[in-house]
Structures are given as C-alpha cells and as structure tokens.
C-alpha cells in the first residue's frame, strides 16, 4: 500500500485507490478483510465502500462463509462490471480502433477506423473526436458513466501532460493530443507510448501480473521496448526510455532511418527480413515505408507459417542478432520476464533465434512470446491503461459518475488503524 502523505483531500483519495486496488487483487474480498489488508478503520471501509456502491463502482456479491459478528455472514464486495466504462483508442501505423470496455477490461464494443490524412495532426484530432462521439451514441449509455480515454501511440510521449513530443512514423511533433481531446470530448485523456501500454497492461492485469521486472520488446518493421523495474514504468531522461531498435551494434553498418549506421534495426527487425529476401531497401525501418513494408511482412508472415525455408532462415538470423542484444540486456536489468510482442515475434524461427543466441551465451532467457500475450489489440491494452489511470489511481473522480450528487467525506476516511 502507498505511504500515506498530503492534504486530507490526497490522503481521501489515496484510501479510496487503496481499497479499489485490493479488490482489484481478489475480485471479491469482504470488508473485514479489506480493513485488515489496507490498514484503515473498519469504519472508514464501510464509509468508503458505500460511496462505490453508490457511485455504481461495486456491489454485492455472495455471503462468505465466514462471520463478522453473532449469527451475521461477511458479504463480498466485488466490481460491478456493466454500469462504468472505459474507451481504448490505438493510433498505429496500421492498425487504427477503437474499443468501449468494461470494469473488468471486457470489451463491449469495437471499431476499426480510417483517417483522411494521417499526417495532419488538427484535422486528425478533430476526426477522432468526431468518431468517439459517434461511437458513444451508439452504444447507448450514459456518457459520465464513461472513466475517460486510454490513448495509445507510437512516437515519444510526455505522458505527464499527454503531449506527444515526436512521432516519426506521423512526422508529429509537439501535439497536445491529451489537452486536445480531452476538451473536445469532456472526457479525461491519457496519453501513453503504444509499447508502454502494452507492457503496463500485461503486467498489471495479463500474462505477467505478479512479476514486477518486465521487459517487453515489439518486433514489427522496427523495433521498440519498454521497461518496468519494481512495478514502475522506466521513462528515461525526456521519455525517451526503450529505443531499443537504435542500439547500435554493427561498426559502418546500414543506414538506419534514424540516421545512424548499424543500429540494431538494421539486423534483428521485420525489416532486416526484408532486406534479407531482397523486399526493401535502407534505411532500415523507415517512416516512409512503414506502411508498405508492414503489407510485405504480412506475407512474409505467412510464408513462415507455411514453412518457406528461405524466409524462416532470414527470420532465425534476424532473431539471432536480438537474441545477441537481450543476452547483454538480461545480464545488465535481470527482468523476471522477457516478453516479446508483435507480429514478427509470430514466427516460431525467429523466437528459435533469439533462444539460440542465448544458449550459445549460456542464459536461458525467461521469453514470453504472443501465444502467452492475454491482449490481443492494442486498443483493449489502451482501455486497460485508461483503467489504471482513471479508476485504479488517485486521479479518481467518484462525483464524475454522479454529476447530480456531491459527496461529503467525514474525517474517518483519513484515519488508519493503528
Ligand atoms: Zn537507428
């Protein structure tokens, strides 16, 4: 549980984060053991707890068998999943949806989108609000019944503020996607980098809850990472954390889009395959091409799957010089999970390379691959960060649900027990 510190109002709030994530941890959990696991006063529990019945956030569920008084069962609390909402929005090179999500992460509806001009970022924004709008409309529910928007995107983000500081793929720079939106749509926005979000979501509600140091690496054209050390996402100096594509590894090597020679995108990414088998040309993971070149991977994709031996042994080689890097990466961070993602991570030859570089340096890699990933789309991973952001933390708004009603917060819920 987080120290509790500040103004009775933070400290209101962090309780209330407090008690939401211990639920989050047992999907149904009564209020004498919430009071033990949290530390506040069974008084502040049931004050709490009333507010998120109330607020539609929880209700309750089977009578445990254990008793809390004379004759009386415990009741479980436990989130109701069908009365608040979370939108997931991924703006990907490619891959463009939109998804309204449950309590629980379920995805309610879905909807994939097309843009006039990608590389207008005014006349992009406004289109996406357009589309969420509409899309609300159609699913027939309250709109302040909606948390806010996960935002996903590939590109350098200040998640802080939602701006994005630069997106090369867009040829974006400096956009208040975050302000932006949330204006248009009075809803709140949180930006995040498209890799960051995937690798939150993994560990905070898929494949890799419960390990804190996680490594995640998406192989597509290009390479990108993420790094989550003690739970916590690794930002870097400027947000600029988990380029790990513009490693440089080859002395004099290919041009990289970046502008650098030899980073690791010239030898480990789907564009070195492509390279390899003749498809494209430098600079390696161009913005440019990104679109074209990720329609040849496709079936480049698919002629592994068939098991083509050219193309397998261009992806094994590829996978090779990954694996090379993550040998180094593993011995410098030791993650308790390597989880690799996207659609080259498919290709079985190209996950036998990166385990064979290993071996060959005597590290048996903790690799996590696709078929392990619980979130298939990018867009759901966005929904659940909009989740965390917005219910699971202190920016929680309880009165957002119930514009109608003001809550008023007695001093027991800034209590703890002793
Ligand atoms: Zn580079």
Redesign the pocket.
């Known amino acids: 549980m987080v120290k509790l510190t500040g103004s009775p109002e933070s400290l209101r709030r962090q309780n209330r984060t407090n008690v939401l994530n211990c639920i989050l941890n047992h999907e149904a959990i009564d209020r004498t053991q919430l009071a033990l696991e949290t530390g506040l006063t069974t008084t502040a529990i049931t004050r709490i707890t009333r507010e998120l019945i109330e607020a539609g956030i929880l209700e309750t569920g089977a009578k445990s068998p254990l008793k809390s008084g004379p004759g009386r069962n415990r009741t479980k609390l436990k989130f109701a999943p069908d009365n608040t909402f979370v939108i997931g929005i991924n703006f990907a090179a490619w891959e463009r949806q939109m998804v309204l999500a449950n309590l629980k992460g379920e995805v309610i509806a879905y909807l994939p989108f097309q843009l006039s001009n990608p590389q207008d970022s005014e006349q992009t924004l406004v289109e996406i609000s357009n589309m969420v709008d509409r899309f609300i409309d159609l699913q027939n529910i309250k709109r302040h019944r909606i948390l806010g928007v996960g935002f996903a995107i590939a590109g350098i983000v200040n998640s802080i503020d939602g701006r994005l500081d630069s997106s090369p793929y867009l040829g974006w720079q400096n956009v208040e996607i975050g302000k932006t939106l949330s204006e248009s749509l009075g809803l709140q926005v949180a930006v995040e980098n498209l890799n960051n979000i995937i690798a939150m979501a993994e560990t905070r509600y898929g494949c890799c809850a419960k390990k804190k140091d996680v490594m995640l690496v998406r192989v597509g054209p290009g390479l990108g990472g993420s790094f989550l050390f003690d739970g916590k996402l690794a930002r870097g100096n400027s947000f600029q954390a988990g ?1 790990i ?4 590894v080859v002395k004099d090597g290919i041009l ?5 020679k030899g ?4 030898i480990a990414s789907g564009w070195s395959i492509l390279a390899d088998l003749k498809l494209s040309v430098p ?3 161009s913005p440019l091409r990104l679109v074209n070149d990720g329609i040849l991977l496709e079936d480049v994709i698919n002629r592994a799957k068939n098991g083509d031996k050219v193309v397998e042994r261009a992806a094994f080689k590829s996978g090779h010089a990954l694996g090379q890097m993550l040998s180094g990466l593993y011995q410098a961070l030791a993650p308790e999970v390597i989880l690799t993602v996207g659609p080259i991570a498919e290709i079985s030859s190209y996950v036998d390379g990166i385990i064979s570089a290993a071996s060959e340096n005597n590290i048996n890699l903790p690799l996590f691959t696709p078929e392990d990933q619980k979130f298939k789309s990018v867009a759901s991973s966005a929904a659940l960060h909009g989740l965390s952001e917005f219910l699971f933390s202190p920016r929680f708004r309880l009165t957002d649900l119930m514009p109608n009603i003001s809550i008023q917060a007695g001093p027991d819920l800034r209590e703890t027990s002793p």
């Open positions: 380029q594509g513009h490693i440089p990289c889009a970046c502008g650098q980073c690791l995108n010239t600079p390696a993971s």
